[in-house]
C-alpha cells in the first residue's frame, strides 16, 4: 500500500508512510502530487495555531522520491505566499539522501 497519512498533532503536522509519486493521502481521495497547498487538508478552524511558521514533523516518511520532495517544495512556495514559512523537523537518513541526491540539501535545511 502507497499511503501518506497527515496529521494535525497540536502545532505540528505529522507525516506517515510514502511520499512518492504514486502515494495516496490517508482518509481523502487524492494523490500526494494533487496537494498544491498543505493547509487545503485540514478545517480551517483547527488550523488557530498558524502565527508565522508552520512545522512538518518528517519522521514517519518511509519512502520519498523527486515527487515527493517537489511537492514539499511546493508547499513551501504556497506558504510563502500568505507570509507562512515552512520548517521541516526530523528529517531522516532517507529524505536526507534523496535531497543530497537530487541537490536540494539546502531547501530543507
Known amino acids: 500500500m502507497n499511503n501518506l497519512e497527515i496529521i494535525l498533532d497540536k502545532d505540528t503536522i505529522v507525516l506517515k508512510g510514502n511520499a512518492t ?4 493521502i490517508s482518509n481523502k481521495n487524492l494523490r500526494l502530487y494533487e496537494v498544491i497547498n498543505i493547509l487545503e487538508l485540514f ?3 483547527k488550523l488557530g495555531f498558524l502565527q508565522k ?3 512538518i514533523d518528517l519522521d514517519g516518511v518511509t519512502k520519498i522520491d523527486t515527487v515527493g520532495l517537489a511537492v514539499f517544495m511546493q508547499w513551501m512556495r504556497e506558504l510563502n505566499k500568505i507570509n507562512l514559512e515552512l520548517k521541516f523537523i526530523n528529517i531522516n537518513e532517507k529524505i536526507n539522501y534523496a535531497c543530497r541526491l537530487y541537490g536540494v540539501s539546502n531547501v530543507f535545511a
Do not use: A, H, L, V
Open 43 to 45: 478545517d480551517k478552524t
Open 53 to 55: 511558521e508552520i512545522i
Open 21 to 24: 509519486k504514486y502515494t495516496n
